[in-house]
C-alpha cells in the first residue's frame, strides 16, 4: 500500500483481556518496527522484524507482549491479559532495509489501546 | 550507549516568529544517522529529514534548516517565519550501526504551539 496502515485504530479493551494489532507494512518494506508510545511520552521500541531474521525482541516490556510477522507482509502485535500500564499508542513503521543503515522508517497512524 | 536529548519539552511561540527545537545525541560509532520527524494532533509521525554522520552542510527546505555540529553532538532544528499548522510535537532520532539493538532511538520530543 501506499503508506503504513494499522487497525484498528481504536480499541477499549477490559483489564485481563487479550488484544492483537494489526500492520500492514509498505509494500516491499522488508524491515517492520513496533513502537508503544504513552500519553505525552516519547516512543519507546519494542520488537525488529527484519525478513527472515530472528525477530529483535530487546524492547517487550513483558511476556505478555509477542508479535509475529508472515514473511514480509502483515505483522500481529498480540498484548495477553491487559493491563491498565498497557493503555498506549502502539505505533508500526516499516523501511525498506534496515534503519541501521540509515533507511527511513515510515510510521503508521497507530492504535490506541484503552484499557479499563 | 544511544541516547537523544531534547532538553525543551514544551516551547510556545507567536505566529511568525523563528523558533529552534534542540537535539543533542550520544554514540560510539563514527557513522551514524538522525532523523526529525514531526507528530500532528493527528498521531502519525511525519518524517522531515535523514542525515548522516558525514554530511556536515546545512539543509534548508523551505522554512524548516537544520544545523549538525559534529563537535558538540547536535542536531537542531529551526523553522522561520512559523505558522500555526506547526504545531507539533516534533522528535529526534538516532540511528547507528553497532551500538545497541534498538534500530531508532528517540528523544522524548519538544512540544511546539504556534499561538495565532
Known amino acids: 500500500g501506499a503508506g503504513v496502515s494499522q487497525s484498528p485504530s481504536n480499541k477499549v479493551t477490559e483489564k485481563g483481556k487479550d488484544v492483537e494489532l494489526r500492520c500492514d507494512p509498505i509494500s516491499g518494506h522488508t524491515a517492520l518496527y513496533w513502537y508503544r508510545q504513552r500519553l505525552g511520552q516519547g516512543l519507546e521500541f519494542l520488537i525488529y522484524f527484519q525478513g527472515n531474521s530472528a525477530p529483535d525482541k530487546s524492547g517487550l516490556p513483558s511476556d505478555r507482549f509477542s508479535a509475529e510477522r508472515t514473511g514480509e507482509s502483515v505483522s500481529t502485535l498480540t498484548i495477553q491479559r491487559t493491563q491498565q500500564e498497557d493503555s498506549a499508542v502502539y505505533l508500526c513503521a516499516s523501511s525498506q532495509l534496515a534503519a541501521r543503515s540509515g533507511n527511513t522508517i515510515y510510521f503508521g497512524e497507530g492504535s490506541w489501546l484503552t484499557v479499563v | 550507549a544511544q541516547k537523544v536529548t531534547q532538553a525543551q519539552t514544551e516551547i510556545s511561540v507567536v505566529e511568525k516568529e523563528d523558533v529552534t527545537l534542540d537535539c543533542v545525541y550520544e554514540?560510539?560509532?563514527?557513522?551514524?544517522?538522525l532523523f526529525w520527524y514531526k507528530q500532528p494532533p493527528s498521531g502519525e509521525l511525519v518524517f522531515l529529514i535523514r542525515r548522516n554522520s558525514f554530511d556536515e552542510q546545512n539543509e534548508i527546505s523551505g522554512r524548516y534548516s537544520w544545523n549538525f555540529q559534529k563537535s558538540t553532538s547536535s542536531f537542531n532544528f529551526t523553522i522561520t517565519a512559523s505558522q500555526v499548522v506547526d504545531s507539533a510535537v516534533y522528535f529526534c532520532?538516532?540511528?547507528?550501526?553497532?551500538?545497541?539493538?534498538?534500530?531508532?532511538?528517540f528523544g522524548k520530543g519538544t512540544r511546539l504551539s504556534v499561538i495565532a
Open positions: 554514540t560510539r560509532d563514527t557513522t551514524y544517522y
Open positions: 532520532a538516532l540511528s547507528d550501526l553497532n551500538s545497541g539493538n534498538t534500530p531508532l532511538v
